[in-house]
């Protein structure tokens, strides 16, 4: 194996939720791979151009597509733009998510359906509609999910149901698409200190203890958990289908 089939040259990516946490770190793995992305973003203006200034300062190619996804309007504008750019899309990443840190007794179906709309339907939404626009050569989709999937985490219960359901999402279409051509995968991240864990309950103890039941003594880092999304979504991923790709320092193996 050469390392050319880790290469991203000439592929054509949309990663949502692109310009905070991993979607950045996906976004700028992907461009200094050889990629041209479209970074999809929803509110945070800051974050956004503070991607564009690294981007340009290393002479990167990621474009910036500000859009709501749990809206039709939102969906629109990012397919309009990613149509009007790309004749063939090589890679769609789902980093996009949001959630609420409650107690159950707390929640409501609001809160459920305000969480599964934009991790679980928004990916769905994507997919189908995305379809004729994926290259016929081939073509990688990737939905980010965490290990809330899985097992139970404190006041991570909507969240970690829609991640369930993501997961659940990405076997079915990658069985259906797989004929096609488009390899659908999940990349499970482990605890990662991102702004999105920093905002849960006792953030700061939850982080501790994730880095002291790794093997290693530490949290997985966001460069490792976008180096293994590129390795998904190049040409040396070609066998792996539907699968859930656990990248999060060893934790798992001993919890």
């Known amino acids: 194996m050469t390392t050319d089939l880790f290469s991203l040259q000439g592929k054509r990516a949309l990663v949502t ?11 700028m793995r992907f461009a200094r791979a050889g990629a041209v992305v479209i970074a999809n973003y929803v509110r945070d203006v800051a974050s956004a151009e503070a991607l564009t200034a690294a981007a340009e300062a290393e002479g990167l190619r990621i474009e910036l597509c500000r859009a709501d996804l749990t809206s039709p309007k939102g969906m629109e504008q990012l397919l309009e733009q990613v149509q009007g750019r790309f004749e063939t899309l090589s890679s769609l990443v789902h980093c996009a998510a949001t959630g609420v840190h409650k107690p159950l007794e707390q929640l409501t179906p609001r809160h459920f359906d305000w969480t599964f709309a934009l991790n679980a339907r928004a990916f769905m939404d994507l997919v189908i509609r995305l379809l004729p626009r994926f290259d016929p050569q081939g073509a990688s989709v990737l939905g980010i999910s965490s290990e809330g999937a899985t097992r139970a985490i404190p006041q991570y219960t909507v969240v970690g149901a ?5 997961e659940a999402l990405v076997r079915h279409m990658a069985v259906e698409l797989a004929p096609r ?9 482990g605890t990662i200190a991102t702004d999105a864990w920093k905002s849960m309950p006792d953030a700061e103890i939850r982080l ?5 039941r790794s093997p290693r003594g530490q949290l997985v880092s966001l460069e490792e958990v976008a180096c293994c999304a590129q390795f998904l979504c190049s040409d040396a991923a070609a066998g792996i289908i539907g699968q859930a790709v656990v990248v999060d320092g060893g934790v798992r193996i001993l919890a």
């Open 181 to 189: 051509g488009i390899r659908v995968n999940t990349l499970a991240c």
């Open 17 to 27: 939720g692109g310009t905070r946490g991993i979607g950045r770190a996906i976004a």
């Open 162 to 166: 829609s991640k369930g359901a993501l």
């Open 208 to 212: 501790a203890d994730a880095a002291r």
